[in-house]
């Protein structure tokens, strides 16, 4: 069964300093990965997603992540943070053989000023 | 031009009661879901339809039913409440079904308070 682990449920950084949210995955075959951000209040809006194209994808309001099959991780990045991007954020994981999408627990993403 | 949207936003009722949230979808998506977003952020599915065909039903009481009048309406309805039921609930669309890699698109939930 697929699987997704979010390391970290809160995250703290510095305004303009990386945003590193680690996301690895549990598939026996090759995933879809998604990458979805969630501000109070909201429905979650889709960042960014990997379907077996170019394993760096690039997402939505600067951020970034990069597929490695061989560390079965999805990091998401963004090179300079902003107060903006405090929100949670949640990785995701489906393939072919299923017809729902796994969510991990989420990182709440806090912005230090 | 709201994509998935939901009624209420809020929704507060005391145990016992019936109640409904309906969903409707403007994106000509096939596929629409319900999501059920704990007090800890933690979100899993428990519904989705394909045009309006049940695919997946997940371990969920049978106080909880859904309905699909058409393919871009998708409601749930709850029986006999319970204070376990307070949660966020969303529904969402999708243009296939979650095999070929399409996103999700989220209404903006609905808050359910159970007292």
């Known amino acids: 069964a697929q699987s997704v682990t979010q390391l970290g449920s809160h995250v703290s950084v510095s305004e303009g300093a990386l945003v590193l949210l680690r996301c690895n995955y549990s598939?026996?075959?090759?995933?879809?990965l998604f990458w979805y951000v969630q501000y109070p209040n909201q429905g979650l809006q889709l960042l960014l997603k990997?379907?077996?194209?170019?394993?760096l994808v690039k997402g939505i309001n600067g951020f970034e992540a990069e597929f490695k099959k061989s560390e079965t991780s999805f990091h998401l990045t963004k090179p300079s943070a902003h107060m903006s991007d405090a929100a949670e954020y949640f990785c995701?994981?489906?393939?072919?053989?299923?017809?729902?999408?796994?969510f991990g627990k989420g990182t709440r993403l806090h912005i230090l000023p | 031009d709201t994509a998935v949207s939901q009624t209420p936003k809020y929704l507060v009722t005391q145990m016992g009661n019936d109640k409904s949230i309906k969903c409707e979808q403007n994106?000509?998506?096939?596929?629409m879901y319900w999501y059920k977003q704990d007090s800890k952020k933690f979100l899993k599915i428990m519904f989705s339809?394909?045009?309006?065909?049940?695919?997946i039903n997940e371990t969920v009481p049978n106080r909880f039913s859904p309905k699909s009048p058409d393919k871009a309406h998708l409601n749930l309805h709850i029986n006999s409440l319970e204070l376990g039921d307070s949660a966020v609930y969303f529904c969402?669309?999708?243009?296939?079904?979650?095999?070929?890699?399409?996103?999700?698109?989220f209404g903006n939930g609905t808050r359910l308070t159970v007292t």
């Open positions: 969402a669309s999708s243009q296939t079904l979650d095999r070929m890699g399409s996103p999700l698109h």
């Open positions: 598939s026996s075959v090759p995933p879809y």
């Open positions: 990997y379907t077996s194209a170019a394993t």
């Open positions: 995701a994981v489906s393939d072919h053989r299923d017809d729902k999408i796994i």
């Open positions: 994106l000509g998506h096939d596929t």
């Open positions: 339809y394909n045009n309006k065909e049940l695919i």
